[in-house]
């Protein structure tokens, strides 16, 4: 009995073997189409320094298509809501220069910040930052008041 049960498994064993051997093989994935776009900035990050609370912080980050492809920007997303960028839609033909627009709210939010912006786009990602502190508004000296009798 022991003979049999060895002798079965024995043969689906070897079946199941034999069965994978005439299998044919993966066809492999195609590659991924690169893109020849490629984008460069001139800076990746600003400082505002002081920031008046209650005012809009805004900066240009300026970036080149320096591939020979056009460049389009898929999706450019900051950190946080108090972070909003503006970047262009259309495509960017090579050579082309154009800016992605961060603006920062600082109103209700004084202290440090340091906010990030990621850019998508078929010529590589990238991450723009934006930093500064927000103030109050220093009080101005009072004049003092003069009375003429």
Not at 42 to 60: D, L, P, Q
Not at 63 to 73: A, D, M
Not at 114 to 135: C, E
Request: hydrophobic share 40%.
């Amino acid at each position: 009995m022991k003979k049999i049960v060895l002798l079965g498994i024995s043969a689906l064993t070897f079946g199941f073997a034999a069965a994978q051997a005439n299998q044919e093989p993966a066809t492999p994935a195609p590659a991924a189409q690169t893109s020849k776009a490629k984008i460069e900035f001139v800076e990746k990050s600003h400082n505002f320094g002081n920031v008046i609370e209650g005012e809009i912080a805004r900066y240009e980050f300026k970036f080149t298509n320096t591939g020979t492809e056009p460049l389009v920007l898929q999706n450019v997303q900051a950190s946080c809501g108090c972070t909003t960028p503006k970047w262009p839609r259309e495509p960017i033909a090579p050579g082309e220069t154009a800016v992605i627009i961060a603006e920062y709210n600082s109103n209700g939010r004084p202290g440090t910040f340091n906010k990030q912006i990621t850019v998508t786009s078929n010529g590589g990602d990238a991450v723009l930052s934006i930093s500064g502190v927000v103030v109050q508004e220093a009080s101005q000296p009072k004049s003092p008041v003069i009375i003429k009798q």
